[in-house]
């Protein structure tokens, strides 16, 4: 109903065919024949072509006052693509697990924010089930995991490599048969358990030792599983808990010995007597990733935010 209303805003305008033909760039009886086609759809006249200057019928006026709104609309939502490609607003919803939304995104978040303080951002802390799910419904933008997701359905981008460690209560008896494989975690947020001269320990060696695991279905696990299988043990597994970084504070108290990631260890600031041991397996390594949703529209933002993230995890030492 409205297509060509350029046209007739521009004879309202400037109250002449022949001003407005020339402003818009086409011959008079151009101009002319596609306004007669509008009035001819609508159904009436848009202008009283008896007057001089012409002027706007009764239909016309309000035919005007519409147009007016829609190019009001048309104008705002104009400037809202051009601040969203110059992210100058929008938001960003990223989920992750409690690990990463503790240690790894606020760092992350806080550079995104720095640079482009007019998006807001949402982060959403929850199990890898529930992130998936949101992923999938369109909730969040992106989901930080180590926890691998169906490629069919989800893009990936990487975001570092980590490698599983155990770690033992000095308290422990069993470290003093495992002497000479024993890390502190300056060692560990040095990087020294990733280097091939560092010898893996002998896990029977502490067979007796009582363990905290996570539940059943989180990856951390099923790899623990593996591992402890590949050694032919069974472990003595004394309590069970959702989230990696509370097993560690857990271990840290001394009930038991732990396997968790290198990256929980470099990062969280527990002051703690443990003991860190370079694990031997192929279960031991797994890589970090954003995900998202295939054939979801990229925004900028989003690209952004993959940039900063990749560029802060290549400063880190």
Known sequence: MFKGKEYIYEVYKEKSFSKAAQNLYISQPALSAAIKKIEKRLGCCIFDRSSNPVQLTEAGAEYVKSSEKIMDIENRFENYISNWNQLKTGRLSIGASNVFASFILPAIITRFTAQYPAIKVNLVEASSAHLEEQLFSGELDFVMDNYPLNEAIYEKHLFCSERLVLTVPQKFSSNSLAREYQLSIDDIRRGIHAHPATEPVPLPLFAQEPFIFLRTGNDTRMRADKIFQENGMTPRIILELDQLATAYNVACYGMGSTIIS????????????????????????????????????????????????????????
């Open 262 to 317: 290198d990256t929980l260890a470099q990062k969280a600031s527990y002051a703690s007597d443990m003991l860190y041991y370079k694990i031997n397996s192929a279960h031991a390594f797994r890589d970090v990733f954003f995900y998202n949703k295939q054939n979801k529209y990229i925004t900028k933002a989003m690209e952004e935010f993959i940039k900063i993230a990749q560029k802060a995890e290549e400063k880190t030492p």
